[in-house]
């Protein structure tokens, strides 16, 4: 068994992530609205690729309810190729610098796996969050590049970059996998001095459909690094191919395990529909209120 349900040690999770000195309080949950500005995203590929259209959709993940905008520039959806340095920069720059001019006090998260991004960005718009679905795997000075600049971090597990990590995923225990390689991701960010990291078991990410379900049906295991944990399921596949539907329809589902995840003791979560999202922490939090 990984932890003991009376383990005292779950009680002390970090509630706060310090952004450029700015603290934010994550002891009730919070939204991540997504932005992707990538012509090939599962979901909303090509929607938000002008500077109108992307400040348009910030605008609306703000008035919504999110504490936090993740902008993406490549997809890494199961199959997506890797696009180029260049092409990231030329995509990602843009967004950043128009949402960070149009709303100055947002809290952003930048999903990338490139230090050479991180550098470019942090020179530009100076703090953010890191987005790494790779948890530190595809870039040997990410970690480096995050600790020298102080930049709160999200760590995922992925199992292999996007066009081959669905390709026959196998685990001895998906959970204990996962625990066990965030485990030690942890510590090698703990040398380096980076203190604020948020934890991502990475739905989707080289991980067939059921190793998806029994994560979820597992997810207070990820107590044990007393860390705010992120969960990302919107609109993914683990939920339309199950209902045989498509993703246009996947909101229902979406809210279904969002729900269960915050009744696990997810902290964050990750999402393209952020009215919904909030309006779920809402209610499950006032379940949790009276159950106290």
């Known amino acids: 068994m990984l932890f003991s349900k009376n383990d005292k040690r779950f009680y002390k999770k970090k509630s706060t992530l310090n952004m450029d000195g700015k603290l934010i309080n994550l002891s009730s949950p919070v939204v991540m609205g997504i932005l992707n500005v990538t012509p090939d995203s599962f979901y909303d590929g090509g929607a938000y690729t002008t500077k109108d259209a992307i400040i348009k959709r910030a605008s609306q993940i703000l008035e919504e309810g999110a504490q936090f905008i993740d902008i993406g520039a490549m997809s890494t959806r199961p199959g997506a190729l890797e696009i180029s340095l260049s092409e990231e920069l030329d995509r990602l720059l843009p967004a950043v610098k128009a949402v960070r001019t149009e709303f100055p006090e947002v809290s952003l998260s930048v999903d990338t796996y490139r230090s050479e991004v991180i550098e470019a960005i942090y020179n530009e718009i100076g703090s953010f969050m890191v987005n790494d679905i790779s948890g530190g795997t595809f870039d040997a000075k990410i970690f480096e590049t995050v600790a ?120 964050i979560l990750r999402v393209h529909d952020v009215k919904e999202a909030v309006e779920t922490i809402k209610l499950v939090g006032k379940i949790k209120s009276i159950a106290k």
Not at 198 to 210: C, L, V, Y
Not at 230 to 258: H, Q, Y
Request: hydrophobic share 40%; aromatic share 8%.
């Open 148 to 267: 020298r600049f102080h930049l709160p971090y999200i760590l995922m597990h992925s199992k292999g970059k996007s066009d081959e990590m669905q390709n026959g995923p196998v685990y001895e225990d998906i959970v204990k996998d996962v625990v066990l390689f965030l485990s030690a991701q942890v510590q090698k960010l703990r040398l380096l001095g980076v203190s604020d990291i948020i934890i991502d078991p990475g739905f989707g990410f080289g991980k067939t459909s059921d190793h998806n379900y029994e994560l979820m049906n597992r997810l207070g295991a990820f107590k044990i690094f007393e860390l705010p944990v992120l969960v990302g399921v919107s609109r993914k596949a683990m939920i339309w191919r199950t209902l045989g539907i498509t993703p246009d329809e996947s909101l229902n589902g979406t809210t279904v395990l969002n729900t269960l995840a915050l009744s696990a003791g997810c902290d």
